[in-house]
């Protein structure tokens, strides 16, 4: 091409353009001497196009095209010929540009070649946009988080009707927030990604601006898409409605909470999902829930109070499953049921235990959520929810006394486990050894489907497992503890004070799972009910023997072993499920909307979905959250914590003798009736006091040491960070020079 139009390029100031186009023609023009013109026809242009463009001798050609038809460019070939065209014209012109006197300058030169690399570049890239490829793309990001996961695409592809997503975004409202507009172009990409991936025709993306007294607002009425007003003439609304055949679901999105944005963009592929199964969903799988624990909410604990706020993890269950409530007092479980859910059932009694196991037997899947000191249950307690059960409370601790011993399986109800590693930091930098923030390391299974995909976690005041074997079952750790873990004081531990000492120091489970064929907890049947006789009373009591030979065998009342496989988890917590462990509520437009905040109700429903055998949506899940907390810093404190933690015990505990002794003294004094002390007795109180006085200061100045020691760390990293990327970067320099100068001295 770049040949064909020099040979062309005539001394006479006439330029004959050819192209490989077969309506390309020759149109000759004689050009005047200041300045030569230039006639050109596109192929697929009608000739009413074409004009004259006058141009400078030297200077660059400008090809001008008016009201060029957008019939014209709608084909590919069509606009990769257009495309083609301008940059061999601008490439074409550097002969000219050239030969200039003005233009022989090497910095003129470098800048023509600049330009038209970006001019190429510009151009190559509005044609690749133009085809297929242009949604096309490499994501180099850890976790891959800007490519729909499998289990998202598992659910495109299995759309069998089609379905319709109305996004409405206000994006020509100028009071949006600079973060809300990020946030609407990112959806906007994700949406591309699901019409690209989804079967052709089966999903249809409508993009809807919901303007003020327009079709598309009274669209989003009629979808229940929250409006924000801002004044008196202007709303803005942001939010998805979905929909499939008759079935409808929205996601609803507040457009100035700008600090919950990040959490519910890293959400919103699950959301999506998730709301795609939901309208294309032909029957619902059924769960049963059973819990000592109002999950629905409940009247007010006191007069004047708002009414007890049902757990958002219930009310999502609802959404995806349908959910059979069972008591705990009840004498049957459902068979449609094949997944029963436990959340804290305290108090429960051997009569239920044996629903339970007896529904295992059958080949059910349980969930059990346990937990050594539950917040839910406290507040339940009439006065000050952190005495634990009163007034009627619920207990604060749940386990299951009879099943976990026959699958050989403790569970520390009465302690609270303590995690020196693990801790999560509270206001005032108070360190809370019994709440847990998880990371990614706690989950040892990195191939599990439950918790591959999962960044973080959040138990509060969790109980402990302890798996002992031998009981025939497979078992998997999905989550645990580190191995400066330990137990103390559930009460203690509630009021997460930083002076909380645990011993038995290891490693814990804190989510487990069995499978295989159980055998009963129960080789005596149903408690409360008589034992049937045994051969020998059976033998006395036989007088038809015969009609009992011909009888058929009578079928057990109850299972002593499994008839197949059976799954159950165990967590160790139930705070960690509820709206203040796993949710941050908001007000939206006078309604409120939970978004989590960590990985706990994401790991729920990874594991009610596996035992559903619902999974497209665990994979879904897997920017539920991006924290990505130091966890080489926690390590460091917490190993500079243990080097400190023998000293602090005995501190502690001569503090506690001097004050013991202190008191002692004080109270002898008051019941004397000689007021005055002793010259012995006030030197032993001076003493004494003394003690405690040094004991404090010492205790101070270990904590002062553990800070130094954190900002020694905290230095460290900051110098690291500013120091070796800039050194790598000069001693690069420096070799090159070097290489350089020694390179000029050979030659």
Not at 448 to 458: E, P
Not at 527 to 541: F, L, Q, R, S, Y
Not at 555 to 574: H, M, Q, R, Y
Not at 664 to 682: H, I, V
Request: aromatic share 6%; with cysteine.
């Amino acid at each position: 091409m770049l040949d064909c139009l020099c040979r062309h390029l005539r001394h006479d100031g006439t330029m004959r353009l050819r192209s490989f186009h077969p309506r390309t023609r020759e149109i000759p023009h004689r050009l005047p001497r200041r300045g030569p013109h230039l006639a050109w026809r596109l192929g697929s242009l009608p000739l009413s196009n074409t004009r004259l463009i006058p141009i400078p001798r030297h200077g660059l050609v400008q090809l001008h095209h008016h009201h060029l038809p957008a019939r014209h460019l709608r084909h590919p070939l069509s606009q990769a010929s257009l495309i083609v065209l301008v940059t061999s014209f601008f490439l074409f012109n550097q002969p000219i540009l050239m030969h200039h006197p003005k233009t022989t300058h090497p910095v003129v030169r470098a800048a023509f070649g600049i330009a038209a690399l970006v001019l190429i570049a510009f151009l190559a890239n509005w044609l690749i946009s133009l085809t297929s490829f242009g949604t096309k793309g490499a994501d180099f990001t850890e976790d891959r988080v800007h490519t729909l996961s499998k289990g998202s695409k598992t659910i495109l592809e299995k759309l069998d009707a089609p379905v319709t997503i109305r996004y409405y975004a206000s994006r020509k409202n100028e009071a949006l927030p600079r973060e809300t507009k990020l946030f609407i172009r990112r959806i906007d990409d994700i949406l591309k990604e699901y019409a690209n991936l989804a079967p052709e025709g089966k999903l249809r993306v409508e993009n809807l601006d919901p303007q003020p007294d327009t079709d598309a607002e009274d669209s989003a009425n009629l979808d229940g898409i929250q409006t924000q007003n801002i004044n008196q003439y202007e709303n803005v609304s942001l939010g998805l409605a979905i929909s499939c055949l008759e079935q409808n679901s929205r996601i609803n999105i507040d457009p100035f909470d700008v600090q919950s944005l990040d959490e519910q963009e890293t959400m919103f592929e699950y959301t999506l999902s998730r709301a795609i199964g939901e309208v294309i969903a032909v029957e619902k799988p059924i769960i049963g829930v059973m819990s000592a624990l109002p999950l629905k909410g409940g009247p007010a604990q006191m007069p004047g109070q708002p009414p007890q706020q049902g757990w958002v993890i219930y009310q999502q269950l609802g959404q995806v499953f349908k959910v059979k409530d069972i008591e705990l007092t009840a004498t049957e479980i459902p068979s449609d049921i094949k997944v029963l859910l436990l959340i804290h059932p305290a108090g429960i009694a051997p009569e239920t235990e044996f629903l339970i196991d007896q529904f295992l037997l059958k080949g059910g899947t349980l969930i059990a959520a346990l937990d050594a000191y539950s917040f839910d249950a406290a507040a339940t307690a009439q006065g000050n929810p952190m005495m634990g059960m009163g007034g009627g409370g619920i207990p604060t601790s749940s386990t299951l006394p009879t099943l976990l011993p026959a699958w050989n399986i403790s569970f520390e109800s009465s302690q609270t486990l303590a995690d020196a590693k693990y801790r999560t930091i509270l206001q005032g930098n108070r360190p809370g050894y019994s709440a847990l923030s998880l990371p990614k390391e706690a989950m040892p299974d990195k191939d599990d489907v439950i918790t591959k995909n999962l960044n973080d976690l959040f138990f509060i005041l969790p109980g402990a497992i302890t798996n002992q074997g031998n009981n025939g079952l497979a078992s998997s750790t999905l989550v645990k503890s580190s191995v400066q873990a330990g137990l103390t004081d559930s009460m203690a531990a509630s009021q997460f004070s930083p002076n909380v000492t645990f011993e038995n120091r290891r490693a814990y489970d804190l989510v487990l799972r069995l499978s295989g064929k159980f055998k009963t907890a129960f080789p005596n049947g149903k408690p409360g009910e008589t034992p049937p006789d045994d051969e020998a009373n059976a033998e006395k009591k036989d007088d038809k023997a015969d009609e009992k030979k011909e009888a058929a065998p009578a079928k057990p009342a109850w299972l002593k072993e499994g008839i197949s496989d059976s799954n159950v988890f165990i967590i160790a917590d139930t705070d960690a499920f509820s709206n203040q462990g796993a949710y941050r509520i908001q007000n939206m437009g006078g309604m409120q909307a939970a978004m989590p905040y960590n990985g706990n109700s994401v790991l729920l429903l990874n594991i009610i979905d596996q035992a559903a055998s619902s999974a497209d949506l665990i994979g879904a899940r897997s920017r539920a959250s991006i924290r990505r907390p130091f966890t080489l810093i926690r390590e460091m404190e917490a190993n500079a914590e243990n080097a400190m933690q023998d000293k602090q015990k005995e501190l502690q505990s001569k503090l506690k003798a001097a004050q013991d002794r202190l008191t002692e003294l004080t109270q002898s004094r008051d019941s004397s009736k000689d007021l005055r002390l002793s010259t012995a007795q006030e030197d032993e109180e001076k003493q004494f006091r003394a003690e405690v006085t040094d004991a404090n200061k010492q205790i101070r100045e270990l904590y002062k040491d553990l800070k130094r020691e954190k900002d020694k760390l905290s230095a460290r990293i900051i110098g690291l960070n500013l120091g070796v990327v800039p050194g790598l970067v000069l001693l690069a320099g420096i070799g090159i020079a070097l290489f350089r100068r020694l390179s000029a001295r050979a030659r």
